[in-house]
């Protein structure tokens, strides 16, 4: 696995094959612009899977204690993969026979009627591939509908999950189920949708910009010659956007704009240095041009959050998507432009598991499906545990926040109809 977290290589490879010698249940995929999600649930050694159907080898060690093993111990593990690499998903998921027993079947799970939950625009794009290589059939959740169910899953189940994060500073907000609604969602993918919900299955999309993940990316590959998300971040570490922006300082000679509320430190037009500089784009340092270029887009997000916040006079707004990949200054500055215009009414709030609520609603839309004898899930999130350690080994709990995507698998249950 690379810095991104995106799979490649034998290691991670071996790594995952302890997972599938305990056996993956059910399995669902994102397909995105720019990524695939793939959430998958590993049973625990003493259950394992049947044509499909669930039952346990001996105890489960569950509350239950029926024979049938109608509740089932493991984790949820969180991969991704980027999308213009889908034959890296494909071969992972042909290697690890998840084509065999990751979906539902029809009762015979060695004929090709697998079928797999999948979101995401790809889910149409690569259905023919999925179908073509692995024999097996997407089945197509819309992906308003998955995003909403991932973000309110989370929201009401895993404990530490939101948070806040300005200044330095990373707060876990505990959320009150019972109020919850209404929010707004903003996921920042390749684009940006804004949702608002107001329960389980009812919201509304209420706004999006094309101004977003997909935008960061493509620009700064273009002004700065990088090769991949992770090293236009980190370029943005060690730049100063004050070398390109032009400040409300620079047009007020040093001074504020304090009859509007701007102080002199303020962007008034990102990237408005270049216009009066007499400067070609080598002339800059790339490093100023990624950190200009990702509080732009980070502001501007912010700026449209807040907006819709306030047309619909919704309080809390959840960040998700891969854009936001734990970045502090990325966080610090949508928390900034939220808080500024909302000033301090609104709060802004990030998910640890940002970029898989597509994937976790996908999965989570088993539970629908009769063929699956899947009634309902029950999670329950304990320590963080590293992929690697799905066969037993030593606990980690010093998950690094930027890497919580890949680190955080979820231990819980999972129930189902006999
Ligand atoms: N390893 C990565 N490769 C490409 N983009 C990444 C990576 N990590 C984070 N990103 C950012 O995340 C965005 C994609 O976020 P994601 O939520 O997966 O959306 P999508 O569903 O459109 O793929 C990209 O546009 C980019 O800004
Ligand atoms: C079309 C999309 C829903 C696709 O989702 P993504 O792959 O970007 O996560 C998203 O890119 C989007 O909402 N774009 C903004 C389109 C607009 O409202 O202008």
Redesign the pocket.
């Known amino acids: 696995m690379d810095r ?1 977290g ?1 799979m490649e290589g034998e290691l991670e490879g071996k790594e995952m094959n302890k997972c599938v010698e305990e056996e993956v249940s059910h399995l669902a995929l ?1 397909i ?4 695939i ?1 793939m959430v998958y649930f590993c049973v625990s050694n003493n259950c394992s899977v049947h044509q499909g159907i669930l039952s346990s080898k001996g105890s489960c060690g569950l509350s239950n204690g029926n024979a049938n093993c109608s509740v089932l111990k493991g984790k949820l593990h969180f991969l991704k993969f ?2 213009t690499k889908i034959n890296e998903c494909l071969e992972f998921l042909s290697s690890k026979q998840f084509h065999r027993n990751g979906g539902y079947c029809h009762g015979d799970c060695a004929s090709d009627k697998n079928i797999i939950k999948a979101t ?1 625009g790809g889910a149409f794009k690569f259905a023919d591939l999925f179908k073509e290589k692995l024999g097996m059939t997407l089945d197509k959740v819309d992906e308003m509908d998955s995003l909403v169910a991932g973000a309110n899953f989370l929201l009401k189940e895993a404990s530490r999950e939101a948070f806040t994060y300005m200044d330095g500073q990373k707060e876990y907000v505990q959320i009150d189920q019972k109020d919850l609604y209404p929010y707004l969602l903003v ?5 940006v949708s804004m949702i608002k919900v107001d329960g389980d299955g009812k919201f509304e999309r209420v706004s999006g910009t094309s101004v ?3 935008t ?2 493509g620009l700064g590959k273009l002004l700065t010659k990088c090769k ?3 090293e236009l971040l980190e370029l943005s570490h060690s730049g100063n956007n004050r070398v390109i922006d032009m400040l409300v300082g620079d047009i007020f000679g040093g001074m504020d704009y304090s009859k509007i509320g701007l102080a002199s430190t303020a962007i008034a037009s990102s990237f408005g240095k270049a216009v009066s500089e007499d400067k070609d784009l080598e002339d800059y340092r790339a490093e100023d041009v990624a950190r200009s270029l990702l509080r732009m887009i980070s502001n501007n997000i912010g700026q449209i959050a807040y907006l819709n916040a306030l047309r619909f006079g919704l309080k809390r707004i959840f960040f998700g ?3 936001i ?1 734990g970045h502090a200054y990325t966080m610090d500055t949508i928390s900034v432009a939220v808080n500024f215009w909302s000033k301090g009414e609104a709060k802004a709030m990030f998910l640890r598991h940002e ?1 898989f609520l ?1 994937a976790l609603g996908a999965f989570m839309s088993y539970k629908e499906d009769g063929l699956t004898d899947l009634m309902a899930h029950h999670f329950v999130e304990q320590v963080p545990i590293k992929p690697s350690l799905c066969a037993g080994g030593s606990l980690n709990n010093s998950s690094i926040l930027e890497d919580v995507n890949e680190n955080g698998s979820i231990e819980c249950t999972v129930q189902l109809s006999n």
């Not at 995105?32 to 990524?35: A, E, I, P």
């Open positions: 991104n995106v994102d995105g612009g720019s990524l999600k980027e999308t995401g996921n920042i993918g390749s684009g977003g993940g997909g960061f990316l991949s998300f992770d998507g891969f854009f990949r970029g597509g």
